[in-house]
C-alpha cells in the first residue's frame, strides 16, 4: 500500500492581531529552525501588516482597505514559505511521523488524515547537537506554555523557563540520552493537562 502524502497547510485564526501575531510565532521558528528557508521578506511582509493594522485606528479614510491589502500581500509570502515547507517534507528521508513533526516544528500545520496530526505536543531534534525543539499545539484564545524534561525517566522534572510561544528550544542535553518531555497550557480557564514526549538527544 503506497504511504500517503503529508500535505503541508497554513492555519489561520479570523482575528487581525491573532493572524500577526501567528505570523510573528512563524517567522521566530523558522529563523531559529535549520531549515534554510529565507524570512527576510516574510518579515517585512508582516511589518508593512502591522502598520497598515496600526493606522487603522485612526479611523481615516482608506486605511482599511490599505490594511486588507497588506494583509493579503502577507498571506501570499506565507503561501510561498509554505510551497518550500511541502518540498522539505516531500525530500525528507523518513516516516510520517518525521515529516509531520518537520512541519510542525516550523509553524506549519498539515492536512489531518489521521491520529499524528492530532497530537497537541511534539519534541523533533534541534538546531544543532545536544538541542531539542518542543513543539505544542496553538490555540486562538490568549495562553501561556509550561515546559518540563526529565533525564531520570520521569522520577524528577527540570523546570523550564513558560513562554507564549508555542515551541521552546532546549540546549545543554546529554548526547545520545533518552529524555523525557513534558507540556501544558494555561489559559483563562487555569493550567491544562499534561502531555508528554520522549527523544533520544543528537
Known sequence: MAQKSVIVTIERSEDHENQLQEALDRKAVL????TGIPVVNYGTKITDAQNAQTAVSTRAPGTAQTRDAKFLLMFEEE??????MQVLVN????????KVALALSNGFQVVDFGTINKQDFVVVDGPGSGFAKLVAK???ERSFHEWGY???????????????????????LTVGRNIKFRHRLFTKDGPGEYHYDELVIR
Do not use: H, M
Open 31 to 34: 529563523t531559529a529552525g535549520g
Open 79 to 84: 503561501e510561498n514559505l509554505r510551497g518550500q
Open 91 to 98: 525530500n525528507l528521508a523518513g516516516s510520517i511521523d518525521q
Open 138 to 140: 496553538a490555540l486562538e
Open 150 to 172: 526529565s533525564d531520570d525517566n520521569g522520577v524528577t522534572w527540570i523546570y523550564v523557563e513558560p513562554s507564549l510561544q508555542s515551541t521552546k528550544i532546549i540546549s545543554g
